[in-house]
T-cell receptor, first 112, second 112 residues
Framework: ELKVEQNPLFLSMQEGKNYTIYCNYS?????LYWYRQDPGKSLESLFV???NGAVKQEGRLMASLDTKARLSTLHITAAVHDLSATYFC????????????WGAGTKLIIKP | SQTIHQWPATLVQPVGSPLSLECTVE??????LYWYRQAAGRGLQLLFY??????ISSEVPQNLSASRPQDRQFILSSKKLLLSDSGFYLC???????????FGPGTRLLVL
């Protein structure tokens, strides 16, 4: 079964701390996506990781991809309240017309 | 620049009533179009996708249907809504052969 598993599913942390969200996937894929969703809102694309070893950074967020381990990480540095949201990872299913397989999402709450 | 519109933004419908949700994309041609549903506090479920006018692929058997009457218009319909159809419906588009799915603002549907 093709799966994308995120952990943790829920994370409450203090401002200023660092933390990492993990995304494991079971399918052979070389494209991984991170999206952000604010409560009651749509999804916003954060990162697209296209190759093994890819690393992308935007502000306090940094995403990386290890295709051999089938693992992506989203690292948060010195968290601020504005980063509170639900973060989803998804991978292209290369066996099914590149349809996305989605993780369940990680709900991140950052307390002042 | 490209934009994606969905309407209505919110909808409250009785069980057994029909449904029509509309999605339009501007600023691009021949996009791949997608309908997703998100139940409260859950991840995304792909309902339909389309690679061209009149071409619809269904991912999940259900009482919903989709149509693409024009290149940049994607419609989600139902003849008789069920309680389980409640959710947040998101339309997304992607440049054909591209990577990133760009999401619309969503329609929140409550079936009572």
């Amino acid at each position: 079964e093709l799966k994308v598993e995120q952990n943790p599913l829920f994370l409450s942390m203090q401002e200023g701390k660092n933390y990492t969200i993990y995304c494991n996937y079971s399918t052979t894929s070389d494209r991984l996506y991170w999206y952000r969703q604010d409560p009651g809102k749509s999804l916003e694309s954060l990162f697209v990781l296209l190759s093994n070893g890819a690393v992308k950074q935007e502000g306090r967020l940094m995403a990386s991809l290890d295709t051999k381990a089938r693992l992506s990480t989203l690292h948060i540095t010195a968290a601020v309240h504005d980063l509170s949201a639900t973060y989803f990872c998804a991978v292209d299913n290369m066996d099914s017309n590149y349809q996305l397989i989605w993780g369940a999402g990680t709900k991140l709450i950052i307390k002042p | 620049s490209q934009t994606i519109h969905q309407w209505p933004a919110t909808l409250v419908q009785p069980v057994g009533s029909p449904l029509s949700l509309e999605c339009t994309v501007e600023g691009t041609s021949n996009p791949n179009l997608y309908w997703y549903r998100q139940a409260a506090g859950r991840g995304l479920q792909l309902l339909f996708y389309s690679v061209g006018i009149g071409q619809i692929s269904s991912e999940v058997p259900q009482n919903l249907s989709a149509s693409r009457p024009q290149d940049r218009q994607f419609i989600l319909s139902s003849k008789k809504l069920l309680l389980s159809d409640s959710g947040f419906y998101l339309c997304a588009w992607r440049v054909a052969g591209g990577q990133i799915r760009n999401f619309g603002p969503g329609t929140r549907l409550l079936v009572l």
